[in-house]
């Protein structure tokens, strides 16, 4: 039965919030990443701010919304607790000659993971990019959305490199 396996489902098998009421509050972090493969011509674009934009510079413009992403995941995902983060960094830099590495750590002290809020951090800069650069190419690839690591909570977790 899926409710024995599901946090998020109940034991007549409806969807339910965890309740995280009796967990004690400690400081959790996760950090994921993902890979904006642009080609190396727009790559080198972005690089040098050669893209014209009226939302500003696209790696800044990034990193501002997949903060606001981050901080914005429990209005996204149902039944995600609304954390307020202690911190959220995202950093964006070359992954080879054609594609930029976006990698969100978010950190809060509370009763439940920041896992999601790292994961759409790193979904939404990654989004931006490709948004503002679709006039330039549609030939854009987002891959590898994962989750790289895990602290704090019952169990930590961390992605061996290279997968």
Same mark, same amino acid.
């Given at each position: 039965?899926?409710s024995?396996?599901?946090t998020?489902v109940?034991?007549a098998n409806? *969807?339910?919030?965890?309740?995280?009421?009796?967990?004690?509050?400690?400081?959790?972090l996760?950090?994921?990443?993902?890979r904006?493969v642009?080609? *190396?011509?727009?790559?080198?674009?972005?690089?040098?701010?050669e893209?014209?934009?009226?939302?500003? *510079?696209?790696?800044?413009?990034a990193?501002l919304?997949?903060?606001?992403g981050?901080k914005?995941?429990?209005?996204?995902?149902?039944l995600?607790?609304?954390?307020?983060?202690?911190?959220?960094?995202?950093?964006i830099?070359?992954?080879?000659?054609?594609?930029?590495?976006?990698?969100c750590?978010?950190?809060v002290?509370g009763?439940?993971?920041?896992?999601m809020?790292?994961?759409?951090?790193?979904?939404?800069?990654?989004?931006?990019i490709?948004?503002?650069c679709?006039?330039f190419?549609?030939?854009?690839?987002?891959?590898g959305?994962?989750?790289?690591e895990?602290?704090g909570?019952?169990?930590?977790?961390?992605? *061996?490199?290279?997968?």
């Amino acid at each position: 039965m899926l409710s024995d396996k599901f946090t998020h489902v109940n034991a007549a098998n409806q *969807p339910t919030m965890v309740d995280v009421g009796q967990k004690v509050p400690t400081r959790r972090l996760a950090r994921a990443h993902c890979r904006v493969v642009l080609g *190396p011509e727009l790559l080198g674009r972005v690089r040098a701010g050669e893209l014209p934009s009226h939302k500003g *510079p696209v790696i800044h413009t990034a990193i501002l919304a997949g903060i606001m992403g981050a901080k914005k995941t429990a209005d996204l995902i149902p039944l995600c607790h609304p954390l307020g983060l202690d911190d959220c960094q995202i950093t964006i830099e070359p992954d080879g000659p054609d594609a930029l590495r976006v990698v969100c750590t978010a950190v809060v002290t509370g009763r439940t993971g920041v896992e999601m809020e790292a994961l759409t951090g790193a979904s939404v800069a990654a989004l931006t990019i490709y948004d503002m650069c679709k006039a330039f190419s549609h030939d854009i690839t987002i891959t590898g959305v994962q989750l790289v690591e895990k602290t704090g909570g019952k169990r930590d977790f961390l992605r *061996p490199e290279n997968s």
